[in-house]
């Protein structure tokens, strides 16, 4: 029988490191958080309702939502066909499709914005074009929609083609052999083999999407109620000096993230199970 090294440290060792870590977590993740809830109840549980339901609060958070529910679902299509494009078949440029996956994390979320505004602004000719059939992108939901887009859409991807380059393609020619088709492949073989990475990678993306700023703030115009999203709304906030409504909005974002915690924690034990093969 192995020993592994970790059972063979001295037990100083193992509670030094744990003892470290939950400092570290305390002080950096679970103190800030809970500094949000404080600074936001600091005046009262009125004063912090009365923050979340304002109309101009209300309005942020149902673009952040509606802009979510598009995102996600259409970087869960991309990504799957990406992923099913680059791990299945071999292709002149592949490497070159890889590596412009990774576009958005190399560039600043303010930039992607600019692109849009620079490709789509209303005194550019394609802007002035969607303008004449009344097709507003720019400073309204479909330019926040895009550039959330933008800037989410590698993780879908990235998560599933590590997972189906590991898995291989026996499975789908064994399919294929036995004469299904590509869409009775897909439906029957793959999915069942990749959705909980697709889910844990649309969680991610899900996360991503509600906290984007950069992006969102170049092509959203700011305007109060119209097309701030909850992270513009909080900086609106925050910077009329309005603090405690700013951390109480803020708050909303924080609750958000947690239910994505608890989300992306249970979909990487299903996932693992899965790995194992204890799951379907």
């Not at 305390?26 to 404080?38: D, G, H, T």
């Not at 600074?39 to 304002?54: D, N, R, S």
């Not at 995102?71 to 990504?79: C, E, I, Q, S």
């Not at 303008?131 to 590698?154: D, E, R």
Request: net charge positive.
């Amino acid at each position: 029988m192995t020993v592994s090294r970790g059972t063979r440290d001295p037990a100083w060792v193992r509670n030094l490191l744990i003892s470290i870590t939950v400092v570290f977590f305390a002080l950096f993740l679970v103190m800030p958080l809970a500094l949000v809830f404080a600074e936001g109840l600091k005046k009262g549980m009125e004063v912090f309702w009365a923050a979340w339901t304002e109309p101009a609060a209300l309005a942020a958070v149902q673009l952040t939502l509606l802009t979510t529910a598009i995102v996600v679902p259409l970087n869960a299509v991309f990504g799957v066909a990406a992923a099913w494009a680059i791990t299945k078949f071999s292709f002149r440029g592949k490497a070159f499709l890889i590596s412009l996956l990774d576009l958005p994390f190399a560039i600043s979320p303010v930039i992607a914005g600019l692109i849009f505004v620079l490709l789509l602004g209303s005194r550019t000719p394609f802007g002035e074009w969607l303008g004449g059939m009344g097709i507003k992108v720019i400073f309204s939901t479909p330019g926040i929609v895009l550039a959330t887009l933008f800037v989410t859409f590698p993780f879908v991807a990235r998560e599933l083609i590590p997972l189906m380059q590991a898995q291989g393609r026996e499975e789908e020619e064994a399919a294929l052999t036995l004469g299904a088709r590509g869409w009775q492949v897909f439906w029957r073989v793959t999915l069942p083999n990749i959705k909980w990475g697709l889910l844990y990678g649309m969680v991610l993306c899900n996360a991503r999407a509600i906290g984007e700023f950069g992006a969102v703030s170049v092509v959203s115009g700011h305007i109060r109620g119209q097309t701030n999203t909850i992270p513009l709304h909080i900086e609106i906030l925050y910077s009329e000096y309005n603090i405690t409504a700013s951390f109480a909005v803020a708050s909303i974002l924080v609750f958000l993230a947690l239910i994505t915690i608890v989300v992306k924690a249970w979909l990487e034990t299903r996932f693992d199970k899965a790995e194992k093969g204890g799951g379907a």
